[in-house]
């Protein structure tokens, strides 16, 4: 009870127009804090003694030299000002919580004696780094540029695609230590107000410490975190999150973080690249029916080989069934066992190559590939089709764009291994009843995730299987609930004048 | 009163008629040709015309209660005690249908793919998916129709392949033995068109009820057509005294398709069909754990369905059915869905225009 109060009497406590008094204080609540600058000044202008506080490597020290303090020290002007200084963002304040929080995130602030505010400026000047090509999503034709890790910056490059008033921002600070910045950004003619609603009241009701990354976030907003699909999309790509926005959907941009969520989305959107819109239509069609197909064999082309040989050869045609009995017959395995160590080696190798260097990387690659996967074969581990198999449904998992639904395919293709060891082709079709009961129970923030597939609305099919010509596309998806649906009008109008 | 979720058109429209065509489909030809002979075709016609008259008394029956289903139109009319009595009709109705259409399956699956495995294993399989689709309702029940349909929209382009060593004089002359075989068909065909019942639940969830009517006569036709596409695709290709003989003989023509890369295509073809087939056994289990639960008062239905799931498994680990039980259940369901689907709409029809008459006559 008695710390309740003082926590209280702490977030209410006001300075006291004493400058000594406030450094004083500053210098006890900052302890073991070297970082921690107070430079004392005299104020040209009135002849104050002032103080000014900040920590040493969250600001921009030439804003504080040439901003603050030389125009504190050496000019002297209109007498009506507060005091005189070239930083654009200036706040008056006189809570302690409130000056010491904004100590912590990299601003100033200014204590002027006799005056019972102190005065926050915006002096932040955090490390950052260049913007460079997202790595997990690079594009062929569309621009090479990926968020970073500062959030005003990444707002600026969606801003850019987007010049429109009606894009708004609601800002929201999440996690009690980390107090980072959540800013949500929505078309507000165009995005659906439940849609806005939703986000806002579970963004609102996060109580932890600190988001550190994205991820963390889209894991307490998500429907069905322990679904092993994924109903939030995270992009590195101002394009794409712009496009996003257009299309009718929210953008969650999280301080310190260099990807951005998207939601609500589709199954349908984890296929889409931005490349897609940019390439012509028709290799665009092709290779988005690609990514479906690959995504069906990443799932079942093990469990499809496991079947065939323990259960069902009888459907293997003549010839290729004495090739197959010859390679198996050397294996000393049954063919889940053979399939799980094949696996297994590939997800180690995969993970190994991520935390290597690149050049490293590359060498491990390929001679886990080539020679591991020749020497078993030689040694009479594994059979060769074992090898053709899991090297194609491994490639088959990497066209798959995003890095989530990879992850979720990679997981579904053993449960399916198992099941079809267990019943053959009616254990693959169970399996496969039961990803699909899951596609269609799941809901991306409260819509229907295996839309435009079921429920069925033929006008989402423009962008699904094929991608249809962009002069079709006049309305935005149905799946995004956009209030406005009229994107363009005729935009190939110049045919019609001919 | 809980959100009702809604069900589309389209939706309602493929519900109903993959529980039509899904466990009736592989034995209609022979059961046809052995009432018929190659003049089977003929009484689907008259199948069809039965199911869309069933299908018109329904919706006027429902039109009374468009939010609730049968069970709250009859607690209106009749009483709670009626309505409870209803609900446990349908309750045992449906859990026999589910219960044929997991006896059908499973023992197809046993003949032609899995012959080893028992059957109640093969049950247990089936009943992870229903479980997981059928206690989220309609809506996902309505969802997961329409996938199925997506993609079982090869089918009839294989079948049209057979016709390859189609012999079409087979079916003539038409009509040889004259009208009354066919006549006396006819008797067999409600069995193929249960489904339509489907809609005395179904009703409330509509999102556009006027077109209810619609959607039924379409899905009744799709359904006849199909019906009619293997029938005849059958009796071309085998011959008059051979179709009786064959179990399944829409999974025997496919022995007639070759392909270079896959032999016997029947099996995997078998494989691929359960999900057709597990289009009456979902929405089945539902309305089960839905009329248990009228029936006990509670809201679980997810428990109830859990229940039901684990007796069905049960019954089949403790009787293990053969194809002489369906055909026994088959010939029961007959009946009993005549009943059920085609003469309890047009009862309560008229019991609720009568009351309506009487309620109205002693107001003014």
């Keep these: ?498 | 009163m809980k959100t009702i979720r809604q069900v589309s058109t389209l939706q309602f429209t493929l519900m109903v008629s993959a529980f039509q065509i899904s466990v009736a489909f592989l034995s209609l030809p022979r059961e046809l040709a052995r009432q018929a002979g190659t003049d089977g075709w003929i009484a689907i016609f008259f199948g069809w015309g039965m199911a869309t008259l069933a299908s018109a008394a329904l919706v006027k029956v429902m039109k009374n209660s468009p939010d609730g289903s049968i069970l709250d139109l009859i607690q209106r009319y009749m009483g709670v005690w009626p309505s409870k009595m209803a609900a446990f009709i349908f309750m045992a109705y449906y859990l026999l249908l589910a219960y044929d259409g997991f006896m059908i399956a499973s023992l197809v699956i046993k003949l032609w793919l899995l012959p080893s495995t028992y059957i109640y294993v093969l049950v247990l399989l089936l009943l992870i998916p229903t479980f997981q689709i059928a206690q989220h309702g309609f809506q996902v029940i309505g969802r997961y129709s329409e996938i199925v349909a997506l993609i079982s929209i090869w089918i009839p382009f294989v079948y049209l392949t057979t016709l390859r060593h189609a012999r079409w004089l087979y079916l003539l002359p038409v009509l040889k033995d004259g009208w009354l075989p066919v006549l006396s068909t006819v008797k067999i065909m409600f069995y193929p068109m249960l489904g339509i019942g489907l809609a005395f639940f179904i009703y409330p969830h509509l999102v556009k009820k006027e077109k209810a009517l619609t959607a039924m006569v379409i899905s009744n036709t799709l359904t006849c057509l199909v019906y009619l596409g293997i029938t005849l695709v059958c009796y071309v290709y085998f011959s008059p005294d051979e179709i009786g003989k064959f179990n399944d003989p829409v999974i025997s023509i496919m022995k007639s398709i070759e392909l270079q890369f896959i032999e016997r295509i029947e099996v995997p073809f078998i494989a691929f069909y359960l999900f057709v087939f597990s289009c009456i056994w979902i929405p089945s289990m539902h309305l089960v754990s839905m009329n248990s639960a009228w029936l006990l008062g509670k809201d679980k239905e997810r428990g109830h369905l859990a229940v039901w799931c684990f007796a069905v498994a049960v019954s089949f680990f403790i009787y293990r059915p053969s194809f002489i039980d369906v055909a026994r259940v088959n010939n029961f369901l007959n009946l009993a869905g005549f009943v059920m689907e085609f003469a309890l709409p047009v009862c309560v029809l008229l019991y609720v225009a009568m009351t309506k008459k009487v309620r109205g006559g002693r107001r003014s």
């Design chain 1, 1 to 498: 009870m008695m710390k309740e109060r003082s926590a209280n009497h702490e977030q209410e406590e006001q300075i006291t127009p004493c400058l000594n008094e406030s450094i004083g204080r500053i210098q006890d609540m900052f302890t073991d804090t070297p970082d921690l600058i107070v430079r004392k000044l005299t104020i040209k202008q009135t002849g104050e003694k002032a103080a000014i506080v900040y920590m040493e490597e969250l600001t921009d020290k030439t804003c504080i030299n040439h901003d603050i303090l030389a125009p504190l020290q050496l000019e002297s002007g209109n007498p009506s000002d507060d005091f005189i200084t070239n930083v654009g963002y200036v706040k008056p304040e006189s809570l302690w919580a409130k000056l010491r929080l904004n100590l912590m995130l990299g601003n100033s602030v200014l204590f002027i004696e006799g005056r019972g505010t102190a005065y926050i400026l915006d002096t932040k000047g955090l490390p950052t780094r260049a913007i460079e090509d997202p790595q997990q999503e690079p594009s062929l034709k569309g621009a090479h540029q990926g968020f970073i890790e500062i959030g005003s910056q990444n707002i600026a490059m969606i801003r850019r695609y987007i010049p429109d008033q009606e894009l708004k921002l609601r800002r929201y600070i999440v996690g009690r230590r980390g107090q980072t910045a959540v800013t949500l950004m929505y078309l507000e003619d165009v995005a659906h107000p439940e849609i806005i609603k939703v986000f806002e009241e579970r963004i609102q009701s996060i109580d932890v410490d600190a988001i550190i990354n994205t991820g963390e976030l889209a894991e307490f907003i998500e429907d069905q975190p322990l679904a092993l699909l994924p109903q939030i999309l995270t992009t590195e790509r101002p394009d794409t999150a712009a496009s996003q926005i257009l299309q009718g959907r929210c953008v969650v941009v999280v301080d310190g973080s260099p990807s951005v969520l998207v939601a609500p989305v589709t199954f349908m959107s984890f296929f889409q690249t931005v490349d897609d819109y940019s390439s012509r239509w028709s290799i665009s069609s092709f290779l988005r029916m690609l990514r479906i197909f690959a995504f069906f064999i990443a799932i079942f082309l093990p469990g499809f080989y496991i079947s065939v040989i323990s259960y069902h050869f009888e459907i293997i045609p003549m010839k290729l069934l004495l090739t197959l009995g010859e390679s198996r017959g050397q294996v000393p395995f049954p063919p889940f066992v053979e399939a799980i160590i094949m696996e297994i080696t590939l997800e180690m190798l995969r993970e190994a190559g991520v935390r290597l260097p690149a050049p490293i990387g590359q060498t491990v690659g390929i001679v886990g590939g080539i020679v591991i996967g020749q020497a078993v074969v030689q040694a009479g581990l594994i059979s060769n089709v074992m090898v053709i198999v899991v090297a194609f449904t491994a490639i088959s998992s990497f066209i798959i764009p995003n890095q989530d639904m990879m992850a979720a395919v990679r997981l579904m293709r053993f449960m399916i291994m198992v099941l079809a060891t267990w019943f053959g082709f009616i254990g693959m079709v169970v399996g496969m009843m039961t990803i699909m009961g899951r596609l269609i129970t799941l809901n991306s923030l409260d819509t229907s995730y295996s839309t435009p597939i079921a429920p069925f609305k033929a006008a989402d099919w423009k962008d699904t299987l094929l991608r249809v010509p962009l002069w079709l596309m006049n309305n935005r998806p149905l799946s995004t609930r956009a209030i406005q649906a009229k994107r363009q009008g005729r935009n190939r109008g110049w045919k019609e004048k001919q």
